[in-house]
């Protein structure tokens, strides 16, 4: 056998190892690729069971996920009241949105993790700078002192 005959050789044995070991991973029952083009071929009967099936999703994936979408409501809900301008500075200051952030703070209702998470998003949003929380904070403080 020629040394080029070897390489051949050689080279379907790798190919028969990496279609092996992608079907083991990727495909663990049924219709199986058994070679390259099939492997990504779109028509072949794994492939497409592969691409129907759902993937299956970690808890925090799906705690996010449904989390978002209240979001989304709640925005939609607010933009149909007319509060809008969080994403405007010159109609809503950083400041002005810490300050709110805390008030929601104090609320304590039903509602307020969802409105502490939008406006986080908002300063996140607008890369405000955390450092600005101690002044609200301290702007927070003063008005409760004066009752305010």
């Given amino acids: 056998m ?7 050789d050689l080279l379907a044995d790798l190919d028969h190892a990496i279609t092996a070991f992608h079907a ?5 029952k049924g219709v199986v690729p058994i070679s390259f083009d ?6 072949h009967p794994q492939i497409v069971q592969d691409a129907l099936r759902p993937a299956k999703r970690s808890s925090a994936d799906l705690a996010i ?3 978002a979408e209240r979001m989304k409501a709640k925005m939609a809900r607010s933009a149909a009241k007319g509060r809008t301008g969080w994403d405007d500075p010159t109609d809503m200051s950083d400041a002005a949105l810490m300050d709110e952030f805390l008030r929601h703070v104090d609320k304590q209702n039903e509602g307020t993790w969802l409105d502490l998470a939008l406006f986080a998003m908002f300063l996140d949003h607008r890369a405000a700078n955390p450092a600005g929380l101690a002044d609200a904070q301290r702007r927070r403080d003063a008005r409760l002192a004066d009752g305010t």
Avoid: N
Wanted: hydrophobic share 25%; charged share 40%.
């Fill in 2 to 8: 020629s040394d080029s005959d070897k390489v051949e």
């Fill in 24 to 28: 083991a991973i990727c495909s663990p």
């Fill in 38 to 43: 099939e492997m990504y071929d779109p028509t």
């Fill in 65 to 67: 996920d449904r989390f």
